[in-house]
């Protein structure tokens, strides 16, 4: 991977981190690798220590070889570019990266509570006053990115992480795109929470974030996405079905039906135009109140 526009001697966005070194090329020898946090299809993510400062780190690993193979270097090159360039205390941070002959490295803030994925699996559900701090949080964390023209197009449970005092962090911005028009067409996304949108090809912006917000506090609340199926073809098709009358029909047996439902009218309106994150946040005040 040749370097692209974000330097890899220079901290991320050309921000100054005052524990991660820069003015010189980083390498891995400067890093002691504590244990795996995670592997994925082409890397595995580390707890490392930098040497010189024992500034705690997540270390990205990503081998070349296999970004190739998959024909991935330009998205990976766009993931480092808008990442490295988003500053948010609800948005992972990308420090800096560095490459060598075999391997790509990023160097990410470490989230020590690990995925929301992971705590949704142990207790099924969440309560309403967690489910409101996170709404609040991914709102918060999704104005922000929107206004710096950024979709990140695959918010789900596996792509959050938590912080030390459970705050929730926007991470893997693989699926990521910065346009400046905020139009694209390209269908990509994990399949429970893709929008209409997407799947019948037609142009899209950043409110198919929105649709996934939608879809996240239905999973959180009552355990499983809303349109989840046993076939992909059923799965679309009861996406391209939702109105409020589907919506109420699927959430009909949920004792969160009320409250997922007001996530779903602000956030699932079949129409783009009419996701809205005021909703999220008038549904986070309504979650407290319960």
């Known amino acids: 991977m040749k370097s692209g526009s974000v330097q890899p001697a220079v901290a991320a966005a050309g921000q100054t981190v005052s524990n991660i070194p820069t003015g010189r090329r980083l390498t891995i020898d400067d890093f002691e690798i504590g244990r795996p946090l995670g592997k994925g299809k082409f890397g595995n993510v580390y707890l490392a220590r930098l040497k010189e400062s ?23 090159r766009r993931e480092i570019e808008i990442q490295a360039h988003l500053q948010h205390p609800n948005i992972l941070r990308l420090y800096n990266y560095f490459h060598d002959a075999r391997r790509v490295y990023l160097i990410l803030e470490y989230a020590p509570r690990g995925e929301l994925y992971k705590e949704l699996q142990k207790s099924h559900t969440l309560d309403e006053q967690r489910t409101a701090t996170i709404m609040e949080e991914l709102a918060d964390a999704l104005t922000y990115c929107h206004e710096k023209k950024v979709i990140h197009r695959d918010i789900k449970p596996e792509n959050l992480l938590l912080g030390f005092r459970g705050e929730v962090k926007i991470a893997d911005f693989g699926w990521s795109v910065h346009t400046p028009s905020l139009r694209r067409k390209t269908m990509c ?37 809303p349109f989840e199926s046993a076939s992909h073809n059923e799965t679309y098709r009861r996406i391209l079905k939702v109105g409020r009358a589907r919506v109420r029909e699927i959430i009909g047996g949920s004792c969160w039906a009320c409250a997922a439902w007001g996530a779903h009218t602000a956030c699932l309106p079949k129409s783009g135009r009419a996701r809205t994150l005021h909703g999220p946040r008038q549904f986070t005040l309504f979650l407290f109140l319960l």
């Open 54 to 76: 024992h500034f705690i780190v997540a270390l990205k690993v990503l081998f070349k070889s296999q970004i190739e193979k998959e024909g991935l270097e330009h998205q990976l």
């Open 189 to 225: 996304g994990t399949l429970d929470y893709l929008p209409p949108e997407m799947i019948e090809g037609r142009t899209y912006n950043e409110k198919v974030d929105l649709w996934c917000i939608g879809v996240l506090c239905y999973e959180l609340l009552v355990g499983n996405p």
